[in-house]
């Protein structure tokens, strides 16, 4: 087999790494663009609205984007209007998770918040609903394995961000507020281009009686979107759940720093932090291939052989990730100074403790998927509530008086205890006979 023939038959994981690695590359982009346009407290504000869309991007994903990956392949070619109605279904939870998204964020204008977190809120209205469908038509692509145009599809979006980005920049000042709006036009511009694209997946095709008589059709209950509904709360509860908490942490941690300390702190750790996320494509290359392989040993072999190879593949996580975390913790700081308008105090700490944390959290995943390859998701919810009670119960004793640095403390001992639960909960489990 030539190398073409080699680069073409991977041709889709490659553009599936591509992809996530551009999603992060473009999220450090914008932080430092950001930076070198605005002031810090732009960045802090603007941070509590992104971490705020990615939680609910997380509860999205588990709740209905998950599910139908699953449910999608055990469709086949014969079933086309059981898997038309199915996805049309799906889109339509997605649009009702999205006007309920936009009915919390409303509410929340209740409440007398300063200026312009109230001008962020109000922009976040319109740029949430469309990050979400934004996320759902990636996964949805990445259900079908079609990866290469989840990719292109990104790049048009990450084009769309920079170069609306830029030109609010050299047409005005820059708040959170405006570069919302910049995320909510570049996501709806995105998103007509995937829906004119894909139009004909969500209309339902002419009956046949082959899809209306043959029983054994996977999806030939789930018609009605109730039904859809209750079949991706069956699949997805414990993924939601873990994945909302964990979640829930960051957003947390951001939100508290930026309204309860200063928003210049704020901005400092959302820095910090994203230049952190660098390591991210990284972490996702080395463990996307762990839940096909666990559930392989889980299904073939035994629990035990499990979790020997969920410890050998967080030995060799660590051992690449020591590396790179060493050199972004040198470089990072000497970037920031030099892009950022106003210095970050403690950008070095800031930086060590978030890259710890980072590799921390990525030592819990081989014992997260070992858990899930044994059908026991619902394990890992209770470390994640200890971890999110522990972390934010660590920044109200330090975050207030250490700013960034304690936020960084706060969500290092949350993920610290996150893994070190899970690693024992998987350990505890896999060495009990039975």
């Known amino acids: 087999m030539s190398l073409l023939d080699r680069i073409l038959k991977k041709r889709e994981s490659l553009c599936a790494l591509t ?32 971490f705020l869309m990615l939680l609910l991007a997380g509860m999205q994903n588990s709740l209905i984007s998950f599910p139908y990956t699953i449910e999608f392949r055990q469709v086949t070619q014969d079933h086309a209007t059981l898997s038309h109605r199915y996805a049309r279904n799906q889109l339509l939870l997605a649009t009702g998770f999205c006007l309920l998204s936009m009915a919390l964020i409303a509410a929340s204008l209740v409440y007398r918040w300063d200026g312009s977190v109230f001008q ?19 996964r949805h692509e990445f259900a079908h394995l079609r990866t290469a145009s989840a990719m292109w599809l990104s790049i048009l979006a990450a084009v769309l961000q920079v170069g609306g980005l830029l030109t609010l920049h050299q047409f005005g000042s820059i708040d959170a507020a405006s570069v919302m709006i910049v995320l909510a036009v570049a996501y709806a511009l995105t998103n007509a281009t995937w829906l004119l694209w894909r139009r004909n997946e969500f209309r339902i095709p002419p009956e046949t009686g082959a899809s209306q008589t043959d029983t054994h059709a996977p999806l030939s209950q789930p018609q009605t979107l109730s039904q859809t509904l209750s079949q991706n709360w069956k699949i997805g509860r414990w993924i939601f759940s873990s994945q909302s908490l964990s979640d829930l942490l960051l957003t947390s941690i951001q939100w508290l720093i930026t309204l309860a300390v200063d928003k210049s702190a704020g901005g400092a750790f959302a820095a910090c932090f994203q230049v952190a996320s660098l390591l991210n494509p990284l972490v996702m ?57 106003q210095p970050i105090a403690n950008a070095t700490a800031i930086m060590l403790l978030l890259v710890l944390m980072m590799d921390i959290q990525a030592l819990g995943i081989p014992p997260f998927h070992g858990l899930n390859a044994m059908s026991l998701p619902r394990k890992t919810v209770l470390a994640q509530v200890i971890g999110l ?9 330090l975050g207030i008086q250490w700013g960034a640095v304690g936020a960084a403390v706060a969500l290092l001992v949350g993920r610290i205890l996150v893994t070190g639960f899970t690693f024992w909960e998987f350990r505890r489990t896999a060495m009990t006979p039975g």
Do not use: D, H
């Open 19 to 50: 992809e996530q690695a551009m999603i992060s590359g473009i999220n450090f982009l914008f932080t430092l663009m950001l930076l070198s346009f605005a002031p810090l407290e732009t960045l802090g504000v603007f941070q509590m609205g992104r």
């Open 120 to 138: 962020m809120l109000l922009a976040l209205l319109l740029a949430a609903p469309m990050f979400l469908i934004r996320e759902f038509a990636r």
């Open 285 to 341: 290359g080395l463990t996307n291939m762990l839940p096909p392989r666990f559930a392989k040993i889980a299904a073939e072999e035994n629990r035990q052989q499990l979790y020997q190879a969920a410890s050998l593949a967080a030995k060799s996580m660590l051992l690449v990730l020591a590396f790179t975390s060493v050199f972004l913790c040198g470089f990072s700081p000497w970037l920031l100074s030099m892009l950022a308008q």
């Open 389 to 397: 009670v522990a972390g934010i119960a660590v920044f109200l004793m």
